[in-house]
Nanobody, 115 residues
Framework: QVQLVESGGGLVQPGGSLRLSCAAS????????MGWYRQAPGKQRELVAR???????NYADSVKGRFTISRDNAKNTVYLQMNSLKPEDTAVYYC?????????WGQGTQVTVSS
C-alpha cells in the first residue's frame, strides 16, 4: 500500500513562500486525483488544492492565486508552492487522494505564518 510523507513546512513571515513536498512510497501514476489538505488548530481538515492525473487543478477560494499544486508522476511526488502566505494559512498540511482519502494520513508538515 502506498504511504505518503509530507515535508517542507516551517516558520515563515507573512508574505513569504514555502514549497511543500509529498513523497509516495509507491507509484501515484494510476491515482486520478491527489490533494493537499490542511488542518488548523480547532478546525476541521479542509481541502486546499487538488490535481488530476491530466494536470488539471482546482483550489480553495482562500488560496486561489497564491498556491500552486503540481505532480511529478515519475518521482511519485506532489508539490504545493505557497506564496504570499498569510497568518490564516497556519496549519498542518497533509496530502492524500481525493475525493476519498484512501491512504492512511501521514504526520503532515507544520506551516506557521507569523511575524
Amino acid at each position: 500500500q502506498v504511504q505518503l510523507v509530507e515535508s517542507g513546512g516551517g516558520l515563515v513571515q507573512p508574505g513569504g513562500s514555502l514549497r511543500l513536498s509529498c513523497a509516495a512510497s509507491g507509484s501515484i501514476f494510476s491515482i486520478n486525483i491527489m490533494g493537499w489538505y490542511r488542518q488548523a488548530p480547532g478546525k476541521q481538515r479542509e481541502l486546499v488544492a487538488r490535481i488530476f492525473r491530466d494536470g488539471n487543478t482546482n483550489y480553495a477560494d482562500s488560496v486561489k492565486g497564491r498556491f500552486t499544486i503540481s505532480r511529478d508522476n515519475a518521482k511519485n511526488t506532489v508539490y504545493l508552492q505557497m506564496n504570499s502566505l498569510k497568518p490564516e494559512d497556519t496549519a498542518v498540511y497533509y496530502c492524500n487522494t481525493h475525493p476519498v482519502p484512501r491512504v492512511g494520513w501521514g504526520q503532515g508538515t507544520q506551516v506557521t505564518v507569523s511575524s
